[in-house]
């Protein structure tokens, strides 16, 4: 009877409420509106452009950020899709501080231009920093934007992009203050046809450091990624493994809890690659090359990132009892 009737409606008044999503009320932002949201000026990728690497800055003015702020979150929005598709391969960001000297424009993952803030890719999420913790932003610093295009090239695969980062400042106090930098390896050669190449990198932490999240970046024949703590005793714990890494799918793997990791430990950041046929055919690359580091997708990365920080001497936090 209700379909013969036409299905008429209900009583209005005792439907749900209706759904209502960040994104579509911070113009695609997950966490809502931000406190501060930066752009980089337009750029057209062109028709020819395949595999495209791009640093590009906006210092912020007086009126975009009038004082100091500590902020507790950001978002990246890479800013153009065409045809449905993602044409952003990765970007990062990074500050400057106001009167700092440029880096070289290289992402070298020590020091690289335009880090600090971390990267996203296929299946990131916004940085959400634990309560307590923030992150430094100057006024008068410039925001980098390090963009990676990568896309089929011909007549009419132009495009215009505008990445954009939104910032969400800290409400409460911050007692710690959080940096990220990779440990990363830039002289390896993957030779051709090569199965189960294994390249690592390692550093000894200076301070007693927190770490808050591990990202481990390569590109299309990495399979595996590891990370390893030697402490100063000799102990060693795994702190991370992803046995099936996959290019297409890089995940930041935030600790529900900050890891203290003593003065003096040894971080070891371990990749596998795969250089066969086999893998080729399956992700579209070259394997008859001898494969060195390089921001292109048919070159290789080998870079592990830490979002961590650093305790000074004397101080104390419950997450000691982790170690």
């Known amino acids: 009877k209700w379909v013969d009737a036409g299905a008429p409606g209900g009583d209005k008044s005792k439907a749900p409420t ?7 009320e911070s113009g695609g932002y997950s966490l809502g509106k931000p406190d501060l949201i930066v752009k980089m000026d337009p750029y057209f990728v062109s028709d020819e452009a395949q595999d495209l690497q791009g640093i590009f ?9 009038p004082h100091d702020v500590t902020v507790r979150a950001w ?45 996203i890719a296929g299946g990131a999420e916004a940085q959400v920093l634990p309560e307590g913790y923030g992150r430094d932003l100057k006024k008068g610093s410039t925001i980098i934007f390090n963009m990676h295009y990568y896309k089929r090239g011909g007549p ?10 939104g910032f969400y400042f800290a409400q409460g106090p911050v007692k710690h203050k959080v940096r ?10 993957i030779p051709p046809y090569k199965t189960n190449y294994r390249i690592g990198a390692a550093e000894v932490l200076a301070k007693d450091t927190l770490i808050l999240a591990y990202w481990p970046h390569a590109h299309l024949r990495a399979t595996g990624a590891r990370y390893t703590a030697t402490y100063p005793d000799g102990r060693k714990e795994l702190l991370l493994d992803v046995p099936r890494y996959d290019q297409s799918w890089q995940v930041t793997y935030k600790l529900k809890e900050p890891k203290l990791l003593p003065k ?9 690659f795969d250089n066969s046929a086999d893998r080729a055919a399956k992700r579209t690359f070259n394997p ?7 921001p292109r997708t048919q070159d290789e990365m080998m870079l592990g990132f830490l979002s961590y920080a650093e305790l000074e001497p004397g101080e104390t936090v419950a997450a000691q009892q982790q170690q």
Do not use: W
């Open 156 to 165: 009419g695969t132009g495009y215009m992009n505008q990445a954009e980062v």
């Open 288 to 294: 008859n090359l001898i494969v060195r580091f390089g």
């Open 57 to 65: 800055t906006k210092t912020l003015t007086e009126e975009m950020l």
């Open 180 to 189: 990220s930098k990779a440990i990363g390896n830039l002289a390896f050669e």
């Open 18 to 24: 209706e759904m209502r999503f960040a994104e579509a």
């Open 75 to 119: 978002e990246f929005r890479a800013g153009t899709y065409l045809k449905g598709q993602d044409t952003v391969h990765h970007m990062c960001g990074g500050l400057r501080e106001p009167g700092a000297a440029a880096a070289a424009e290289s992402a070298d993952g020590k020091g690289a231009v335009g880090l600090e803030l971390g990267c």
């Open 264 to 272: 003096g430990t040894r971080i070891d950041v371990e990749m596998l």
